[in-house]
């Protein structure tokens, strides 16, 4: 069993950067695809950007690119999104996933096994 827990959400203006870090315990986090996904208010959850077990795959939404990076740091059993730049429709609840499989980029919602219970980014105007 893996479990995740998110931290680094809060209130921030517009143009302004936030860090997020996911802090993995149980199953050989070295060995999982993780990645960041968001939920707005009456929208669907979607996937913001993943990272291979090495760090050497990395994949982002089109709607971030060039903004957020993905990082991880397998010695601590960390992952991180640092978002730079941030928009008011980057509001939402970030969540942190986890992946057992190898194949890279997990898209879908159904293919991540294990999540973290969010942290709530607000952006204003």
């Known amino acids: 069993q893996v479990q995740l827990v998110e931290s680094g959400g809060g209130l921030v203006q517009a143009g302004g950067s936030l860090r997020l870090s996911c802090a993995a315990s149980?199953?050989?986090?070295?060995?999982?695809?993780m990645a960041w996904f968001r939920q707005a208010p009456g929208k669907e959850r979607e996937l913001v950007s993943a990272i291979s077990w090495s760090g050497s795959s990395l994949h982002y939404a089109d709607s971030v690119k060039g903004r957020f990076t993905i990082s991880r740091d397998n010695a601590k059993n960390t992952v991180f999104l640092q978002m730079n730049s941030l928009k008011p429709e980057d509001t939402a609840v970030y969540y942190c996933a986890a992946d057992h499989r190898l194949h890279f980029p997990p898209l879908l919602i159904e293919e991540y096994d294990h999540w973290g219970q969010g942290t709530q980014v607000t952006v204003s105007s």
């Open positions: 149980g199953r050989a986090f070295s060995s999982l695809t």
